[in-house]
């Protein structure tokens, strides 16, 4: 069965300090890999994608993700957090159509 | 562009009744996918419909539950008899085409439901 794991429910940084939030999958065939924020009482936004090409792929608000095929891993990361970066965030994947989502992990950044 | 207009955001229902969730895409897609957001499961693929037609619905419930996607009008999510276990945010997501092919999806806001 094809999943999406987040491994972490929060990580907890200091501003301006570098952050990772991980996701690893198992996703039949190609994976096609996503991003997603959710600020509390909203809808989620799109933050970055991976279908085909470099493997490290730039997204909005200064975030990148690294797909690591040997690894399966397609972690979140950003060079210097910032206090509005704290949110809950969800890598989603899939193969064959529909997008599997993993947990969620909470970011919290502290000043 | 508005975006994902879910209606409503709130929803509360006694155990038995109906609830319907709304959900207009972004203008111009076709393609929308629901998903039931529970606080401990993360997100999880409900049905996915393209206008007129129920694409996969392989995340659906088999009994209470029903999605449609008519071609004037929002996709509706419908459930009947509604039980405590239904309690959760149920979010709406549309796209251009498929999003195995290279389209993202966007998101609207979400419907919490509570059943009491």
């Known amino acids: 069965a094809q999943s999406v794991a987040q491994p972490e429910d929060q990580v907890n940084v200091a501003e301006g300090n570098p952050l990772t939030v991980k996701c690893t999958y198992s996703v039949s065939g190609n994976p096609y890999l996503f991003w997603y924020v959710q600020y509390p009482n909203r809808g989620l936004q799109f933050l970055l994608k991976?279908?085909?090409?470099?493997?490290l792929v730039k997204g909005s608000y200064g975030f990148e993700a690294e797909f690591n095929k040997s690894q399966t891993s397609f972690h979140l990361k950003k060079p210097s957090a910032l206090v509005s970066d704290s949110a809950l965030y969800f890598c989603?994947?899939?193969?064959?159509?529909?997008?599997?989502f993993g947990k969620g992990t909470k970011l919290s950044v502290k000043p | 562009n508005a975006g994902v207009m879910q209606n409503p955001r709130h929803l509360v229902r006694r155990r038995g009744q109906e609830a319907r969730l709304r959900c207009s895409p972004m203008k111009g897609h076709s393609h929308v996918y629901w998903y039931r957001q529970l606080p401990e499961e993360g997100l999880k693929f409900m049905v996915y419909?393209?206008?007129?037609?129920?694409?996969?619905e392989s995340g659906m419930p088999k009994e209470r539950f029903s999605a449609e996607f008519p071609k004037e009008g929002p996709s509706i999510l419908r459930i009947q008899q509604v039980v405590r276990g239904d309690s959760a945010a149920y979010f709406c997501?549309?796209?251009?085409?498929?999003?195995?092919?290279?389209?993202?999806?966007?998101f609207g806001q979400g419907t919490r439901l509570t059943v009491v």
């Open positions: 419909l393209q206008k007129e037609n129920i694409i996969d």
């Open positions: 989603a994947g899939g193969s064959q159509g529909n997008l599997i």
């Open positions: 997501a549309s796209s251009l085409g498929q999003t195995r092919v290279n389209t993202e999806a966007f």
């Open positions: 991976y279908i085909t090409g470099d493997n």
